[in-house]
Every structure is written in structure tokens, then in C-alpha cells.
């Protein structure tokens, strides 16, 4: 079974910047695409950005785009958050064997959540 630790979340002021970390042990990352889902407070889990097995192609939520990347180093996974909202506040949580396809995002694998407060 996949395990899955983020690190790496906080609170930045609106316009800030922050960076998220999963290491991912075992086979996972090699076969799995990997990403990254959020949750607000009283809001369902939603998906904002994933990344192919190897990299090679990217998928991000409309309402990241142009200011998150994911990227993937080998066993870890990272999101860049850039000109952060206060609308970005949410409970962040990586996942392997992400399906980025459609309205609604999947994924089997789950990590224990890291989580981001933009202040305005």
C-alpha cells in the first residue's frame, strides 16, 4: 500500500508563495500518476493539479492555473503555490493513482493532509 507524507504547508498573506512536499514510498510514483487534491472548510475534496507517471504531462484545476505547478523528483512530489488567495485556504492532500480526467477527479491513495491559510 501506497504511503504518502506531505510536508511543507503554513499560512502566507494573499499574493504569497508556498511550496508542498510528498515523499512517496514504495513502487507508487513509477506507475501511478501523482498529484494533489484540496479540501475547504465545508467544501467536498477537490482536485487542483497532477502529473503523469514520469512527468511527462500535467493536469491542473482552472482555478490554479498560471499560478500553481506540480513537479516530481524521482519518489516526491511537489506543488508550488504561487500569488496565493485567501480562496486557496484548504486542507491539501497528495494522492497516488490520480485520475485527472473530467468535472470530477479520483484517486486511490491518499496522504494524511498538510495544511495552507492565506491570510488577506
Known amino acids: 500500500q501506497a504511503q504518502l507524507v506531505e510536508s511543507g504547508g503554513g499560512s502566507v498573506q494573499a499574493g504569497g508563495s508556498l511550496r508542498l512536499s510528498c515523499a512517496a514510498s514504495?513502487?507508487?510514483?513509477?506507475?501511478?500518476?501523482m498529484g494533489w487534491f484540496r479540501q475547504a472548510p465545508g467544501k467536498e475534496r477537490v482536485g487542483v493539479a497532477a502529473?503523469?507517471?514520469?512527468?511527462?504531462r500535467t493536469y491542473y484545476a482552472d482555478s490554479v492555473k498560471g499560478r500553481f505547478t506540480i513537479s516530481q523528483d524521482n519518489a516526491n512530489v511537489y506543488l508550488q503555490m504561487n500569488s496565493l488567495k485567501p480562496e486557496d485556504t484548504a486542507m491539501y492532500y497528495c494522492a497516488a493513482d490520480v485520475m485527472p480526467y473530467g468535472g470530477n477527479w479520483y484517486a486511490n491513495y491518499w496522504g494524511q493532509g498538510t495544511q495552507g491559510t492565506v491570510s488577506s
Open positions: 514504495g513502487y507508487y510514483y513509477r506507475r501511478y500518476y
Open positions: 502529473i503523469s507517471a514520469g512527468g511527462g
